[in-house]
């Protein structure tokens, strides 16, 4: 039969290794997260860029060839400013 001590010893060991498994799932989830959500504004600043290109060289020009730069931009702001 478990003594009071024994029995504290064994739920301190179970706090501990299931801390330290939880804090190892949450940085191997949020880790690649925050790497996404850090380099996706400057992905998007790129990806505006190449578009507003595209539609500046489409012939004959019409202005809804920008939106897709127009909506690049808009989302890379959006990040920058959320995050």
Known sequence: MFTLF???LVCLVGVVLFS?????VLTLIGLPLALLFSLLPWVLRLAG????VKGLLDRPFQLENLLPAAGAFAA???LSWLF
Not at 20 to 24: E, G, S, T
Not at 49 to 52: A, G, Q, T
């Open 6 to 8: 024994a029995l504290t």
């Open 20 to 24: 330290v498994a939880a804090a190892l």
């Open 49 to 52: 860029i190449v578009l507003l």
């Open 76 to 78: 890379s702001w959006l």
